[in-house]
Structures are given as structure tokens and as C-alpha cells.
């Protein structure tokens, strides 16, 4: 089915660990994006990519690390993670345009101990 | 700045009632707004979305959500509401954010329960 791949969908970090969230999407979608949401907080924007090879910080890109090598691949890298990084995390893609609106991922779900 | 509110955050209606959800958005130019709907553990779902035209807005599962500009709102309705409705709903604008003008700001969101 067509769509946004996140894996792996839950994780256990320990302080200092790093790791690599995948995201993938088969939509040939350009702008693609990742957001954490925290209780009570919404959905807020970590790094977003308007497509291969260009990426910008969102809101709260602090502690985390993107690249986009392909159309198709979005990753995002913690590498020292911290507890404040407990959160669930979506990745979402959309064709070029504001009225498109995002398709997303079902979220990993991240636990810094 | 670019935002959106949503002021309740939690609501519980009775199956079969009406329900309204309420949001008001924060932004210069002509808004792009959309609904998401996001049910325990899973993603978020596109409900509706409104970027032109007809200011009133239907969606899937018999939602619909009006846009009025002198109000700053994009509220979301349902005429009855199902048990099956009960889950979190999401607000959000298609802003610009550093030049890009495909990303969202959300709202923090309304929990809606229905009770039978």
C-alpha cells in the first residue's frame, strides 16, 4: 500500500545512545517532514525538506539531524540521545503546495532512560 | 506569528448528539486549514481541508468544518456523533515556516470521548 513507512515503531534508548529514526514514502511526495508530539504540546516541527538534498530546521530542531540523499528517504538522527527526547515521532510527506495537507507515518514511539 | 488554538481539550458528547469543535488560527495571508483525526496509537488522518472557495468544507465520516475569515475560525461539526468517533482532533494551518510554504503548525488538539 502506498504510503509513509516509519520503523521501527517503538524504541528504548539510554542517555548518550544514538539512533536512527526511518522514515520512507512511495508517493514520489517532495516535501517531507518530521514532527514530535508531546502531551498536551500538538504536533510540533522538528526538520523539514522541500526536497532530495535540501533540508531547514522547523521549530525545535535542537538534538536531532536530518538528510535527504533520495525523493524517497528521510531520516532522523539523534546522536546523543536525552530524556527530554521521550516523545512519539511522525513523519509525514506532501506534494509541493500548502492546500495539499500531509500524509503520515504511524510514529515511533522513542523512551530515553 | 503564525498559530492556532483550539480552546477545549477535552469534550465528551453523548452517542448521537451533535458536536462542535472549535479553532481559531493565527495568520496574514489566505490560510490553507486542515482537520486530522488521530485515534489511540495510530497516525493522523486527513479529515478535511479548505484552501479556497466554498467556505463550507465536507469530509469523510460526515464531517464538515466552516471557514470564516471575520472570525478566524475553522470550527469542525458533526450532526451525530458515533462511538467510533471518540479519538483526538487535530487543527492546523498550511503556514509558511523559514520560506517553505508546505508545513504545518498544529493546534494542541481536543480529546473527544463519547459516552453511550
Known amino acids: 500500500n502506498a504510503g509513509v513507512t516509519q520503523t521501527p515503531k517503538f524504541q528504548v534508548l539510554k542517555t548518550g545512545q544514538s539512533m536512527t529514526l526511518q522514515c520512507a514514502q512511495d508517493?514520489?511526495?517532495?516535501?517531507m517532514s518530521w514532527y514530535r508530539q508531546d502531551p498536551g504540546m500538538g504536533l510540533r516541527l522538528i526538520h523539514y525538506?522541500?526536497?532530495?538534498?535540501?533540508?531547514d530546521q522547523g521549530e525545535v530542531p535542537n538534538g536531532y539531524n536530518v538528510s535527504r540523499s533520495t525523493t524517497e528517504d528521510f531520516p532522523l538522527r539523534l546522536l546523543s540521545a536525552a530524556p527530554s527526547q521521550t516523545s512519539v515521532y511522525f513523519c509525514a510527506s506532501s506534494s509541493p503546495g500548502r492546500e495539499r495537507g500531509y500524509t503520515f507515518g504511524s510514529g515511533t514511539r522513542l523512551t530515553v532512560v | 506569528a503564525q498559530s492556532v488554538t483550539q480552546p477545549d481539550i477535552h469534550i465528551t458528547v453523548s452517542e448521537g448528539a451533535s458536536l462542535e469543535l472549535r479553532c481559531n488560527y493565527s495568520?496574514?495571508?489566505?490560510?490553507?486549514l486542515f482537520w486530522y483525526v488521530q485515534s489511540p496509537g495510530q497516525g493522523l488522518q486527513l479529515l478535511l481541508k479548505y484552501f479556497s472557495g466554498d467556505t463550507l468544507v465536507q469530509g469523510i465520516k460526515g464531517f464538515e468544518a466552516e471557514f470564516k475569515r471575520s472570525q478566524s475560525s475553522f470550527n469542525l461539526r458533526k450532526p451525530s456523533v458515533h462511538w467510533s468517533d471518540a479519538a483526538e482532533y487535530f487543527c492546523a494551518v498550511g503556514a509558511t515556516y523559514g520560506g517553505s510554504q508546505g508545513n504545518l503548525i498544529f493546534g494542541k488538539g481536543t480529546k473527544l470521548s463519547v459516552k453511550p
Open positions: 495568520y496574514g495571508a489566505t490560510p490553507y
Open positions: 508517493m514520489n511526495h517532495e516535501y
Open positions: 525538506s522541500v526536497g532530495a538534498g535540501i533540508t
